[in-house]
């Protein structure tokens, strides 16, 4: 298949699945039940953080975080009590427990109480060379540093030591993509678009490697690399757009 084959191929796909009846199934349908930037926020992150397994169980079980903070998580992080925090012991997605959920609205609000959002660590990661890569990294180390050695490291990736960083890369095209489609929310402008990097996930991988757009076998941060120089040359501006051609076809295995 030749380059423009290719192109108008993701692009008929991208307009087929970038649209709202795509929300629903999705882990992103989480941070759309709320309209404050900050609820969005805080409750995309937990979604993002918990998106692995069966879509219907992730959505569920991020849905009943949310209930669990009152369905209004951003002030749930700034105002919850000892007493608050007890409610979330029970939780469970998979590896990802009650005392995970709680050392994240710990984190959280100690990140609130320096910025103003979420958005201003990454862009203060991308200060050394205007990379995800930084950006992801660094935002892990703030998040990180006001919890204690080892807790809940695993569930917050870093693609400096090799992680693809699925679900952060997922989080950042949910809040920086703009919301033409109704899709993504475009909350965050001072990241440009051209910058974000594919969730490279066992769909996407999958159909990048049938398309040829991906000769790395293993999901990691170097094929994710590799990816993005691939879908950058169909739009350079917005390569990530593409994430919805590549999971869409992975999940509905289209066959190519």
Known sequence: MSHDE??????????RYCRPEFI???????????????DREVSGLIAATIAWGQ??????NANRAMQLMGNEPYRFVM???????????HFVHRTFNGNDLIAFVKALKHIY??????QHVFVEGMQTDHSVKHAIHHFRSVFLGSLPPKRTEKHVSDPMKGSSSKRLNMYLR????????????GLWTMIPTAVLSCPL???????????????????????????????????????????FALFGMGVVDERL
């Open 174 to 185: 949910w809040m920086v993509r703009p919301n033409d489609r109704g899709v993504d929310f």
């Open 55 to 60: 879509r219907p169980t992730i959505v569920r």
């Open 201 to 243: 996930d066992v769909h996407s991988g999958r159909v990048a490697r049938e398309l040829g757009l991906l000769q790395r076998h293993q999901n990691d941060w170097t094929a994710v690399e590799e990816l993005d120089r691939a879908l950058r040359t169909f739009d350079p501006n917005d390569p990530v757009k593409y994430d």
């Open 113 to 118: 109480s320096l910025y103003l959002s979420l």
């Open 6 to 15: 290719l192109k108008a191929l993701l692009d008929e796909k991208y307009d």
């Open 24 to 38: 629903e199934p999705d882990p992103i349908s989480v941070p759309h039940r709320f309209e404050d930037a900050l």
């Open 79 to 89: 105002e919850h009590s000892e007493n608050d925090l007890k409610g979330l012991q």
